[in-house]
């Protein structure tokens, strides 16, 4: 919905679960609930895929994490578009919002913002050797997309301990600072690594993040 139509209709963006308004060249997109099934995602995609040169799109990002495909959906449709894509951050952007947040072209963090990493957690049923090779698919699949996602964010030393089953807790000053490339192996960190948190139900697909 663009801008005017939003002013001047009763229709409430607002209920819908990925608000998205436009105004000329600019769209601001609002990921501010769990990532939930793709399809949650296909309008955003789609105006992701078919943008131009010209637009920018914001996605303010306050969330505890998600789907994985939906995640993966995501920074396909914003690793392919034209537009400029701005992460907006405030409050706790966690798990799968932080593979969303470093796929695009420029990050901003609100003031007490808290950005948390850790590995995929879900679950699925089915034939016992069925389980098993799903079960070593995605964690193989899972560990080497991680890698990528966080390729010159996080240390190897860092992504081992995230695939072992830590959380990595970063503040504001901290993102900053790896986003820019100065946070080095030698600097203090105000990192918190802490034991994975309870996994949540997988409502029928094998991981979150």
């Known amino acids: 919905m663009n801008l005017k139509d939003l002013l001047s209709s009763n229709n409430d963006v607002w209920s819908n679960y990925v608000p998205i308004i436009s105004d000329k060249n600019s769209t601001i997109a609002y990921l501010t609930d769990s990532i939930d099934e793709p399809s949650a995602y296909n309008e955003l995609c789609f105006k992701l895929k078919t943008a131009s040169p010209a637009e920018i799109f914001t996605l303010v990002i306050n969330t505890p994490g998600g789907y994985i495909d939906s995640a993966v959906m995501l920074v396909d449709a914003i690793k392919s578009s034209k537009a400029k894509v701005i992460a907006e951050i405030s409050g706790t952007v966690a798990s799968a919002g932080t593979i969303i947040t470093l796929a695009c072209d420029e990050v901003r963090m609100a003031d007490h913002s808290a950005f948390m990493i850790h590995n995929y957690s879900g679950g699925s049923h089915g ?9 070593e698919f995605t964690d193989r699949n899972l560990n080497n997309s991680f890698r990528i ?8 030393t860092e992504m081992e301990s995230v695939i072992d089953g830590k959380d990595l807790w970063m503040d504001k000053a901290e993102v900053e600072a790896r986003l820019k490339g100065t946070f080095h192996k030698g600097a203090t960190s105000t990192s918190a690594l802490t034991s994975e948190a309870t996994p949540k139900p997988s409502r029928g697909r094998p991981s979150k993040a």
């Open 127 to 135: 034939k016992g050797h069925e389980l098993k090779a799903l079960q």
């Open 149 to 156: 996602f966080y390729k010159n964010f996080l240390t190897e």
